[in-house]
């Protein structure tokens, strides 16, 4: 099954929680804190895999989470940092934020990319004495690791790309002039997936050929299959036109021309601006008044016409010598610029922005809802003076009191959090 278009969602390894600890020896008295930092989490890497041709792996999987790292330990024993988590993809998939439509990689290159960082390990209590705090009994918790919901498109990586209706003889033209063995019939559609094909000029000269299914009228708004393969023809740097000439199929070929530039065009203005040339296939059908008819009509485009018989090899090879003539002039294929994140996106990764909640219920009680603040709270301790201070801080520089103040708070009033309520104070 050829799957090209995946929502998955990944997620970075949190990092490890600092340990609190202090240290404990016979004979050697008021040893001093010595809890070691957390480890850090696994980042979610992608690769590509020349082995992999669809997207169908991600049909039975879609979460990926990476590893956490370890919690550090006493006796300042540092965690150990979690395992990278790489995400294997075909070459020429486009990573996108699901969420915003963002450009986060493209997968064209043999360079791994890194999606999702993953978060820092927190501080031990050994890194908070100081000559005034020596007994420190709170650490940081690890970082969270970077989360994402995250579309793949597969794009292939085509020189040339083989456009027009169902039946005009693609298929046996790409069979012909590379190794490439697509399924051929006489009916509608018997192309149900693009082919690649490597089309050999001479010793070390080449280009890559794409066999994209039939389009029809109205493809490009979801009408056919070809609707589900123009994104392969996206990164073409030259674009074969194949007409069926000699209208054995009761087709006007002229009419067909525009239909398909038609959607081309619909589909993406770039896309109807690419070079294009035109096979007018099956001439050795057609009469000579058709094929002098359909030459004046391209030409009058300014359009290169070659005639050619895909079925007895006709005029294939001057095709393809005049297709990689053009492709020299051309600029390389086309790969997706990464777009930086939004300061609203920076914002939200940081834990800052519109991370929490804050509601009043019936029972007057302020109620603060927070993911990120959950995992800090498990390394407060509520009992400690110094600990107290490092939590007020954090609500404090994420805006949280701010927002109770601007909802009313009054002294006295009652705050919770995840369960532990506390009365706010001035």
Same mark, same amino acid.
């Given at each position: !099954?050829?799957?090209?278009?995946?929502?998955?969602?990944?997620?970075?390894?949190?990092?490890?929680?600092?340990?609190?600890?202090?240290?404990?020896?016979?004979?050697?008295?008021?040893?001093?804190?010595?809890?070691?930092?957390?480890?850090?989490?696994?980042?979610?890497?992608?690769?590509?895999?020349?082995?992999?041709?669809?997207?169908?792996?991600?049909?039975?999987?879609?979460?990926?989470?990476?590893?956490?790292?370890?919690?550090?330990?006493?006796?300042?024993?540092?965690?150990?940092?979690?395992?990278?988590?790489?995400?294997?993809?075909?070459?020429?998939?486009?990573?996108?934020?699901?969420?915003?439509?963002?450009?986060?990689?493209? !997968?064209?290159?043999?360079?791994?990319?890194?999606?999702?960082?993953?978060?820092?390990?927190?501080?031990?209590?050994?890194?908070?004495?100081?000559?005034?705090?020596?007994?420190?009994?709170?650490?940081?918790?690890?970082?969270?690791?970077?989360?994402?919901?995250?579309?793949? @498109?597969?794009?292939?990586?085509?020189?040339?790309?083989?456009?027009?209706?169902?039946?005009?003889?693609?298929?046996?033209?790409?069979?012909?002039?590379?190794?490439?063995?697509?399924?051929?019939?006489?009916?509608?559609?018997?192309? #149900?997936?693009?082919?690649?094909?490597?089309?050999?000029?001479?010793?070390?000269?080449?280009?890559?050929?794409?066999?994209?299914?039939?389009?029809?009228?109205?493809?490009?708004?979801?009408?056919?299959?070809?609707?589900?393969?123009?994104? $392969?023809?996206?990164?073409?740097?030259?674009?074969? $036109?194949?007409?069926?000439?000699?209208?054995?199929?009761?087709?006007?070929?002229?009419?067909?021309?525009?239909?398909?530039?038609?959607?081309?065009?619909?589909?993406?203005?770039?896309?109807?601006?690419?070079?294009?040339?035109?096979?007018?296939?099956?001439?050795?059908?057609?009469?000579? @008044?058709?094929?002098?008819?359909?030459?004046?009509?391209?030409?009058?485009?300014?359009?290169?016409?070659? @005639?050619?018989?895909?079925?007895?090899?006709?005029?294939?090879?001057?095709?393809?010598?005049?297709?990689?003539?053009? #492709?020299?002039?051309?600029?390389?294929?086309? @790969?997706?610029?990464?777009?930086?994140?939004?300061?609203?996106?920076?914002?939200?990764?940081?834990?800052?922005?519109?991370?929490?909640?804050?509601?009043?219920?019936?029972?007057?009680?302020?109620?603060?809802?927070?993911?990120?603040?959950?995992?800090?709270?498990?390394?407060?301790? !509520?009992?400690?003076?110094?600990?107290?201070?490092?939590?007020?801080?954090?609500?404090?520089?994420?805006?949280?009191?701010?927002?109770?103040?601007?909802?009313?708070?009054?002294?006295?009033?009652?705050?919770?959090?995840?369960?532990?309520?506390?009365?706010?104070?001035?």
């Amino acid at each position: !099954m050829f799957v090209d278009k995946a929502v998955i969602k990944i997620k970075a390894g949190d990092g490890g929680d600092g340990a609190v600890s202090f240290h404990r020896e016979k004979y050697v008295a008021a040893g001093g804190p010595d809890g070691g930092d957390g480890g850090k989490g696994g980042d979610i890497v992608f690769a590509v895999d020349d082995s992999l041709s669809t997207l169908i792996d991600f049909r039975y999987k879609r979460k990926f989470n990476a590893e956490r790292g370890q919690n550090g330990s006493s006796r300042n024993c540092t965690g150990r940092n979690a395992p990278d988590l790489v995400i294997k993809v075909p070459r020429g998939t486009v990573v996108r934020d699901a969420a915003t439509g963002r450009v986060m990689a493209d !997968m064209s290159s043999d360079e791994p990319k890194v999606l999702a960082k993953g978060g820092k390990g927190g501080k031990g209590n050994a890194r908070f004495a100081t000559p005034t705090r020596q007994i420190p009994k709170f650490s940081k918790p690890g970082f969270m690791g970077e989360e994402f919901e995250v579309s793949l @498109e597969l794009k292939l990586l085509a020189d040339v790309g083989l456009v027009g209706f169902p039946n005009v003889g693609k298929s046996t033209l790409i069979s012909v002039v590379s190794a490439a063995k697509p399924k051929i019939a006489n009916y509608h559609f018997t192309t #149900l997936t693009p082919v690649l094909g490597v089309v050999k000029i001479s010793e070390g000269h080449s280009f890559v050929m794409a066999d994209i299914p039939g389009l029809i009228e109205g493809a490009s708004e979801g009408v056919g299959l070809g609707h589900e393969f123009l994104r $392969h023809v996206d990164r073409c740097r030259l674009i074969i $036109h194949v007409v069926d000439v000699s209208g054995s199929e009761g087709r006007d070929p002229k009419e067909d021309f525009e239909i398909i530039n038609r959607e081309l065009k619909n589909f993406s203005e770039d896309l109807a601006q690419r070079p294009q040339i035109i096979a007018a296939n099956k001439c050795d059908m057609a009469t000579p @008044e058709q094929i002098a008819e359909f030459k004046e009509f391209a030409e009058s485009k300014g359009l290169a016409v070659y @005639e050619i018989s895909a079925a007895t090899t006709q005029g294939t090879a001057e095709l393809i010598n005049a297709a990689y003539k053009e #492709l020299e002039k051309l600029p390389p294929i086309k @790969e997706y610029e990464v777009e930086a994140p939004t300061p609203a996106e920076l914002d939200e990764q940081a834990g800052m922005g519109e991370r929490f909640e804050i509601t009043r219920g019936d029972d007057a009680v302020f109620y603060v809802t927070a993911p990120w603040l959950e995992h800090i709270m498990r390394t407060v301790d !509520m009992e400690d003076y110094a600990s107290l201070q490092y939590f007020q801080r954090v609500l404090r520089n994420s805006g949280i009191i701010d927002k109770l103040e601007e909802m009313g708070i009054e002294e006295g009033d009652t705050v919770n959090i995840f369960g532990f309520e506390f009365d706010f104070v001035f």
